[in-house]
């Protein structure tokens, strides 16, 4: 096990940023809606042993059929919305699990998965439009409204469709009252925002139109559109513009100068979440720049471990699912796990410029492992997913 040595004071490489533990109570909640669905799913089996459920028994595998089914209601209903609603898609994928065919729509990259499970899915961003508080809190009691009178329906024409019925309706109420408190989510729009000085909150998440032009364009893979739509546009400091600028600088191979962005980004930001992403993006940075050979060894992988230790505290997922786990077991001499792990968030990856990233990885892994075969494939493949 490779035991970094203590970082040096080099100034032209940002040390990590200061205060990497977690957001107060993050472990908490965590915990809390471990809990709740753990007591939820309990109390679904007892009714279910004990003959207590409002639909016929062996039904009870289409109650969970009914709850994936209220995610792709809830996703599509978001996706239709959004123009009224001040949310934007940037890019989106039909299906789940590994990553199957992509191709672009509108400008906006569109990705194919084999498992029906989850029928579309969009990443949608808060717009900088005004009436915000009126579109969002709207828009969200309007998709409750829907998804109940859906579910209410189903119910009403009993046998099968009841137990589908039960399950959207039940799914629907647990995404409305959990994670009131997290900026955006479903819950706070609609019992959060329309009091006090909710709205403010939003303000680090708005969008303004050519951040979401670059950000469309990096989903697609478009380094040039990006490149060019954050030229174009007027100056802004905004957290949004920010991780826009630290990913096209990781694109384009300007890995100390993403490090600087992210730690600017991290400073900027106060969303638990926000401040993950541009730890996220600060430890890439920094990876890319060891294994470019930009920034050394000896002061980088200290500050990528100090990195990857922060995420897990304020990002496990984040850490899990992205090529980072990867790029720290192709550090530590763990090559056959650094491969799996590569490959794996190729697989999930969400959009085009992840997914070369984490290609480049899977690259670099088969390299070190004297697959240079492998490595010209994977590097191809990724390359492939770019337009500079």
């Known amino acids: 096990m490779y035991t970094p040595p203590a970082p040096p004071h080099d100034p032209t490489v940002p040390p990590p940023p200061p205060d990497l533990s977690g957001p107060p109570g993050a472990s908490r909640n ?37 709850m994936l089914l209220a995610v792709s209601l809830h996703n599509v209903l978001s996706r239709l919305l959004g123009p009224f609603t001040g949310l934007a898609a940037v890019y ?6 590994p990553w199957l065919w992509a191709t672009t729509v509108g400008g906006r990259q569109l990705v194919l998965r084999p498992l029906p499970l989850i029928l579309y899915s969009p ?5 900088d439009r005004p009436g915000l ?19 209410a329906a189903l119910v009403a024409a009993g046998g099968a469709a009841a137990a589908v019925g039960w399950g959207i309706a039940f799914l629907t109420l647990l995404t409305h009252v959990l994670a009131p408190g997290r900026v955006t989510s479903p819950a706070w729009r609609l019992l959060r925002l329309p009091f006090g000085t909710e709205e403010g909150r939003l303000g680090e998440w708005q969008a303004d139109d050519a951040t979401i032009a670059a950000t469309r364009a990096a989903g697609a893979g478009r380094i040039d559109l990006m490149r060019a739509a954050l030229a174009a546009a ?15 600088a990781l694109a384009e191979g ?3 100068e993403a490090a600087h962005t992210a730690v600017e980004l991290y400073a900027r930001s106060a969303a638990p979440s926000l401040r993950a992403g541009a730890l996220y993006l600060y430890a890439a940075a920094v990876s890319d720049g060891v294994r470019a050979g930009q920034i050394p060894a000896e002061q980088g992988l200290p500050y990528f471990a100090a990195a990857m230790t922060g995420l897990r505290a304020q ?13 720290e077991a192709y550090f530590q001499g763990r090559l056959p796990q650094a491969a799996k792990l590569a490959a794996r968030a190729a697989a999930n990856a969400p959009e085009a410029l992840s997914r070369a990233g984490a290609l480049d990885t899977l690259a670099a892994v088969h390299a070190a492992a004297g697959r240079p075969v492998d490595a010209a494939r994977a590097h191809a493949r990724a390359a492939a997913l770019l337009r500079r």
Not at 133 to 151: D, F, H, I, Y
């Open 254 to 256: 300007r890995s100390v």
């Open 133 to 151: 508080r009126r579109r969002m809190w709207w828009g969200e009691l309007v998709q409750l409204l829907v998804q109940a009178a859906v579910a």
């Open 315 to 327: 990002g496990p997922a984040l850490a899990r699912r992205t090529d980072l786990a990867a790029r």
């Open 123 to 127: 990443c949608m961003v808060v717009t």
């Open 92 to 97: 989106s994928s039909i299906g789940a699990g």
């Open 234 to 248: 007027p100056p802004s400091g905004s957290p949004r513009r920010l991780a826009l600028s630290a990913m096209l």
């Open 30 to 66: 965590r915990t809390v809606t471990f809990v709740i669905a753990a007591a939820v799913g309990g109390t679904v089996g007892v009714a279910g042993s004990s003959h207590g459920l409002p639909f016929p028994e062996h039904y009870f595998l289409l109650f969970f059929a009914g």
